[in-house]
C-alpha cells in the first residue's frame, strides 16, 4: 500500500461501496472511476405519478423499493442519522421507511434512496445519487449528479456537491461546495467550506509530494479528505489537496493544493 492509496485516507471495510477503490494504487482513481461504478448500480424505480423537474406537492414515504404518498402516515422527523426519523402508519411503525418532503425536487431516474433517509423540502436532486441508510439532505441542498452518499451523511443547508463521495459518517452541513471530492468517514466540514476543483489556468490537476508532482489525469478534482478531517468555517482547499486521516483545517485558511500527511494542522 502506497501512502496515496485509497487504504490510507479511509477504514473501508464497513462501506458498502468499497468495490470502487479496488485495484487501485491512487486514491482519486476513485473519482476517475465513479461514473462508470454508478452507471454500473441498480436503483430503484420510482412511480410515474411522482413528479420529476417540479417541487413535489405533497410528501413522499420510501420503503422496500416502493414509494408512496404519505397521506394517512404520521412522521416524526427526529434526527434521521440517529434512527429517529419515525414513519407510524395505523399505529405501527414502519421501520426502515425514508421520507422525501413535500417541495423536494428529482430530476432524472437514477435514484437509490436507502432505510431511514430523510430529503427535506427545499432540495434539489439530479440523478444519479445514491443515499445510505440514515442520511439527510437537509433544505437547499443541490446535489448535481453522480453524489455517492454513504449511512448516516448530512449533506447541509446550501451545500452543493457534484461528482463526490461521501463515506459514512462524512457531514457537510452548511453552506459547503464539494466538487469532484471525497469525504472520508467521520469527515465534518465547518460553515463555509470550499473545495476548490478547476484550477483557474486550467489543464490537469496535479497533486505536489515532497518527491515532485503526481499526475492525476483529471481536469477537475477538489480535495480528497482522509477518515476524520475536520475544517473549520469558511476555509478553502486549492484543487488536488489530499488530507491525511485526522487532520486539523483551521477557520478562514486557504489549503494548498497538495499531499500533507495525518495528523496535520494547517493554520
Not at 460553515?191 to 483557474?200: C, E, P, Q, S, V
Request: aromatic fraction near 8%; include cysteine.
Amino acid at each position: 500500500m502506497t501512502s496515496y492509496a485509497a487504504e490510507a485516507f479511509f477504514d473501508l471495510g464497513a462501506f458498502a461501496h468499497r468495490d470502487l477503490f479496488a485495484g487501485q494504487s491512487m486514491v482519486w482513481e476513485g473519482l476517475a472511476a465513479l461514473k462508470t461504478f454508478m452507471g454500473a448500480a441498480t436503483y430503484q424505480e420510482l412511480p410515474p405519478w411522482l413528479p420529476r423537474a417540479v417541487p413535489l406537492t405533497a410528501t413522499v414515504v420510501c420503503l422496500d423499493g416502493r414509494c408512496l404518498s404519505a397521506q394517512g402516515y404520521t412522521i416524526d422527523y427526529g434526527d434521521a442519522t440517529k434512527g429517529k426519523l419515525a414513519v407510524v402508519k395505523d399505529g405501527q411503525r414502519l421501520e426502515g421507511a425514508s421520507v422525501i418532503m413535500a417541495g423536494a425536487v428529482l430530476v432524472g431516474e437514477h435514484f437509490r434512496i436507502g432505510r431511514g433517509v430523510l430529503v427535506e423540502s427545499g432540495a434539489f436532486l439530479q440523478g444519479p445519487v445514491i443515499l445510505g441508510d440514515q442520511t439527510v439532505v437537509r433544505q437547499g441542498a443541490y446535489l448535481r449528479g453522480y453524489c455517492l452518499v454513504g449511512q448516516r451523511c448530512v449533506v447541509g443547508h446550501v451545500t452543493e456537491v457534484k461528482h463526490a463521495i461521501f463515506l459514512d459518517d462524512a457531514k457537510a452541513g452548511h453552506f459547503a461546495y464539494l466538487g469532484d471530492s471525497i469525504l472520508g468517514n467521520g469527515v465534518n466540514l465547518g460553515a463555509g467550506t470550499k473545495l476548490a476543483n478547476l484550477r483557474f489556468v486550467g489543464g490537469e490537476v496535479q497533486v505536489k509530494t515532497d518527491a515532485g508532482s503526481l499526475t492525476t489525469g483529471l481536469k477537475k478534482m477538489g480535495a480528497i479528505l482522509g477518515d476524520r478531517v475536520q475544517t473549520g468555517c469558511n476555509s478553502v482547499t486549492n484543487p488536488g489537496t489530499l488530507l491525511g486521516k485526522d487532520s486539523l483545517v483551521l477557520p478562514c485558511v486557504t489549503v494548498r493544493s497538495g499531499y500533507h500527511p495525518p495528523h496535520s494542522v494547517i493554520k
